[in-house]
């Protein structure tokens, strides 16, 4: 059943407050949406739609592009609802979805963009990470770290994203980048050289 996308606020979605749903609930939830039920979808969206969002403001750096990935992922969620087998939590299933979206359009938009390579600096590396590290909250006193990551050069930013922020591993993130691995670390580098730089101002 094609989507119109629902009733939904999903071009304009904002990061909200999560809708707690129960993991039974969640699957019967699931199951109802994947039968054509808009109101299920919609409680569904209610629940993931504020994680979604914050990833791809993280990955994007731009709150209106954002918007529009997670109209995206959304209509995507609900065309591939029938795939999602219940392995994994549902928010999960959405979090890789989007993932896979927003690095798919990006790789759309950048299919001529130069690979940048760059030599690795293990102690700027360390240095920054140290930098993020949650204990460290003087140093992040001093800077709007989401502003910050906005501002890195697209590749940059996402591999770290994804590294730094979501966790994935430099494997993980060069298949779904479709990226050497070695290239990955020069953008995990370049990201936090950058951001260092930010924090020293």
Not at 7 to 27: C, K, T, Y
Not at 31 to 36: L, V, Y
Not at 110 to 115: G, L
Request: glycine content about 4%.
């Amino acid at each position: 059943m094609p989507i119109t996308i629902l009733a939904l606020p999903l071009r304009d979605a904002q990061p909200m407050s999560q809708a707690p749903v129960a993991a039974d609930g969640e699957a019967a939830l699931v199951a109802r949406a994947s039968s054509g039920d808009v109101a299920a979808f919609e409680l569904l969206y209610r629940h993931t739609a504020g994680r979604v969002f914050a990833l791809c403001l993280r990955m994007s750096g731009d709150r209106i592009r954002a918007g529009e990935l997670t109209h995206e992922v959304f209509v995507r969620a609900w065309e591939r609802l029938g795939q999602y087998r219940g392995e994994s939590a549902f928010t999960t299933w959405m979090h890789r979805l989007a993932v896979n979206l927003v690095l798919e359009r990006f790789r759309s938009d950048r299919r001529r963009e130069a690979r940048v390579t760059l030599v690795e600096d293990e102690a700027t590396d360390h240095a920054v990470q140290s930098a993020f590290d949650p204990a460290a909250a003087d140093v992040l006193d001093r800077v709007d770290l989401e502003r910050a990551v906005a501002q890195l050069p697209p590749n940059a930013r996402e591999v770290f994203v994804l590294h730094d922020i979501e966790g994935y591993r430099h494997e993980e993130i060069a298949e779904r980048m479709h990226l050497a691995q070695g290239t990955v670390r020069a953008h995990l580098h370049r990201a936090r050289k950058l951001l260092m730089g930010m924090l020293q101002r």
